[in-house]
C-alpha cells in the first residue's frame, strides 16, 4: 500500500479560490442562469460523513502514564474509528505499526477529495485547472488503487476532466465497482465538456444507494449491456447534466427502488415521464422542460417544480394522472404551466369534477403575477383541481413587464365554489406581498371565504419604498376589519429574510421526507 496527499507537493496558487471563481468559472463567462445553476449544483451536495475538524473530547491521562491504551482496544473498535477518519489521516495510521497496516486495509473508507488538499475543510477547491486539481486527481486514484474497499461514500468533485482523461474515467468507476461504493458525489469542474461522457461503467456499480452526478454528459444509454441497473438505488441528484429523455427513462426503469429524483440545470429540453412504482419524490429546478409527466406514480408523495423554462416559448406541460399518495405539489405557476388532470387541460373557467381534480393532494403551493389578468383568472381553476388542500401556499412574482398590468377587480368578487377553500383550508402563506389592490383582492377573498382557516401569514417583500410600505400597512388594516369566515384566524405580518424575493423551499427540505412542511409556511415563533 503506498499512496501521498497532496499536503506537501507543488499545489500553486490554484489552491486559492478568488470569491468570483467558486465554481471554477471566470465570471465574464457566466451568465445569469449559468451562476444560479452553479450555485444550487454546490449547495445541494451531500455532506460527507467524516470531518476534517471533528469536535473532540476525551479525560486527560495522568503525566506518568506512558502505556498505549489505544492499542489495546479490540479490532472492531479500532476498525470503526479508522473508519470514521478523513481518507489522508487514515492513511497515516498505518506508518504507526503492522497492525495499523492491516486495519487501515481493512476498514472501509470514506474518500472525500476536498480533504486532500492542503487545509482542506470539505468546502474549498482548486479555482482552475493546474497543479492542485492534477495531485488531487493522482491522490484519488493511488486510493483507489490501493484500498481493497468498500466505499462507503465517495465525493469527487475537485477535477477538471476532459476528453483526455476518458480511460482514467473509466478506470476510477470500474473500481467503484469492483470494490463497492455505496454513496457517490461525482462532480466535473466547472462545466460539462462537449464530447465527454461519464463512462458507461457507471451502471456497473451495483451496490449504489444513492448517487449525485454534477456538470457531466450522461452516458448513451442505447449502447448499454442488457441486464445493467441500480437495483439498490434509493436517492438520485442529477445537476447541471447533459441527457436526453430516453437517458432519463432509462435511469428510471432501471432503478426499481428508486425514491427520491432531483433534476435542477439541466442543459438540454427535457420530456420527463414518471412511471417508476417506487418514486416518493420529484424534484425539477432551473431546468429547460417541455412536459413533466406522473401518470402513473402509485408510491409519489411530493411532485416539486421551480423556476423551469421552455426553449419554445411556450408554456411547460404538467400532466397528472394515477398519484393516489400525491399529498405536496409545488410551485405551479399558470403564466408557465399548462395543467393538465387526466386528459383535461385546465382553463380559466374550468369546473371540478372527478376527471379533473387530484383529492390527495393536502400542501399546493402556486407562484404568478398578481398583475397579469391571464395568470390571475387562472387561479380559481388551479385552486378546483386540488379539492382537500389544507396549506396553501402563494408567492407574488415581480412583473416581469410593469406595463403589463391589466388586471380587473372584478375577479374575485364572484367567482365559482372552490371546494378547498370554503371546507378545507386551514392554514395560508401569501409570500413576498408587494402591496397591489389585486394581491389584497385575493388575501380578502381567502379571508371571507375560508372558515376552517386557522393561520394566515402575510410575508412583505424585502426593499419595498417608504410609500408601497405604508399602502402595505394600510390593506393589512383592511384586512383586519373585513369579515372573516373564521373567527379564530390567526394574523401574522412579517418582513422577508429574502433580499431578492422567494420562498424557504430548497432541495434538501423537498428530499428530506421527513419534514412535513418543505415551503416553511409557517416558521416557529
Known sequence: MSWSCPTTGPVGEDTTVPPTMLHGLAPETRSTEDEARLTFLYAFLPKPPVSTSPSLCCAAAADDDKNDRVSRLPDDILLRVVSLLPAKDGARTTVLSSRWRHLWRSAPLVLVDTHLLRGGDGERRPARAGAASRAVTSAVSAALESHPGPFPFASLTCSFMNTADRRLLARWFQLLATKGVDELVFVNRPWSVRGLRLPSSLFSC?????????????PDTTALPRGVAFPNLHQLALGCVVMEDKDLDFV???????????LFGSLTPLRARLTNHSLRCAQFCLS????????????????????????????????????PKLRVLGYLEPGVHMLQIGNTIIKAGTKASTHTTVSSVQMLAVQLQFGVRSEVRMLPSFLRCFPRVETLVVESLVLRDPTSSNLSQKIWQKPSSIECVQSHLKTMAFH??????NEFDFLMFIAENAPKLERMFIVVKNGLRETKRQVVVARVGALYSTDWASKDCKLQLRMSCYPIGGGSWSLQAGSDLSVDDPFEAFPED
Open 252 to 262: 428510471l426503469a432501471v432503478s426499481p427502488v428508486l425514491e427520491i429524483l432531483s
Open 206 to 218: 451495483a451496490s449504489l444507494c444513492r448517487l449525485y452526478i454534477g456538470a457531466w454528459a450522461f
Open 288 to 323: 429547460i422542460l417541455e412536459e413533466v409527466a406522473v401518470l402513473d406514480s402509485p408510491s409519489l408523495e411530493r411532485l416539486f417544480l421551480w423556476r423551469n423554462w421552455n426553449e419554445r416559448h411556450v408554456k411547460i406541460s404538467i400532466k397528472i394522472g394515477h398519484v
Open 432 to 437: 413576498e406581498v408587494q402591496g397591489d389592490h
